[in-house]
């Protein structure tokens, strides 16, 4: 099984100050990642995926996030975030062989601060 | 539909008492997810269809939870004998076709409360 970390729990930041919450994965296999952001009340909504082929990929609302296979990451950023992207992020993994599932992180809160 | 529906939005349910939640995929989305997400933590998987078949129920916490999904569509996740440890919000998700890489789109969840 897989194991994903998001070591922020809480990120604060001012209005169109850049941003990156941290996700890192456990896998000794291929996977597949993504990032998804919950608004309060509302379903998981998907920002971005990486499948294979460019390791930076770019996803709605402005965020980005880069697969790095040798430190076993995949960190989102925005370089100038609004009020609009306060919200809770999700990190997810599936694995490529063996599964449907997704795999999620314990999530990032992050407060844009006016 | 435009997108997964889940219902009840909210349940408040008695120890010992047994609940059903529902949930709506997307028209035509073969594979259905089930996902526990309590308090300040991520979502985490329950179980799988693929069609009417469950085809992974490794994540289910005991033999009190349940699901089905009969017809290939709808799906009800049913808790029997509730405990306050149940209490967390349930999670759907469908996906276009199976497999890893596939999207999954999510529910907006029902939040049970088990008192």
């Known amino acids: 099984a897989q194991s994903v970390t998001q070591l922020d729990s809480q990120v604060p930041v001012f209005e169109e100050a850049p941003v990156e919450l941290r996700c890192n994965y456990s896998s000794s296999v291929s996977v597949y990642l993504f990032w998804y952001v919950q608004y309060p009340n509302q379903g998981l909504q998907l920002l971005l995926k990486?499948?294979?082929?460019?390791?930076l990929v770019k996803g709605i609302n402005g965020f980005e996030a880069e697969f790095n296979k040798s430190q076993t990451s995949f960190h989102l950023r925005k370089p100038s975030v609004h009020i609009s992207d306060t919200a809770e992020y999700f990190c997810?993994?599936?694995?490529?062989?063996?599964?449907?599932?997704?795999?999620f992180g314990t999530g990032t809160s992050l407060t844009v601060i006016p | 539909g435009a997108g997964v529906s889940q219902s009840p939005r909210y349940k408040v349910a008695k120890r010992g008492q047994d609940v059903a939640l529902r949930c709506d995929p997307i028209?035509?989305?073969?594979?259905l997810f089930w996902y526990q997400q309590a308090l300040g933590q991520g979502p985490e998987f329950l179980t799988y269809f693929q069609n009417e078949a469950q085809l992974d129920k490794s994540g289910l916490p005991s033999d009190r939870f349940f699901a089905e999904r009969p017809e290939g569509s709808v799906s009800t996740l049913k808790i029997q004998r509730t405990q306050q440890e149940d209490s967390a919000v349930y999670l759907c998700a469908s996906s276009l076709v199976a497999g890893a890489k596939n999207i999954q789109y999510f529910g907006a969840g029902t939040r049970l409360s088990v008192l």
């Open positions: 028209s035509g989305h073969v594979s």
């Open positions: 997810a993994v599936s694995e490529k062989n063996t599964g449907n599932q997704f795999y």
């Open positions: 990486y499948l294979s082929g460019s390791t």
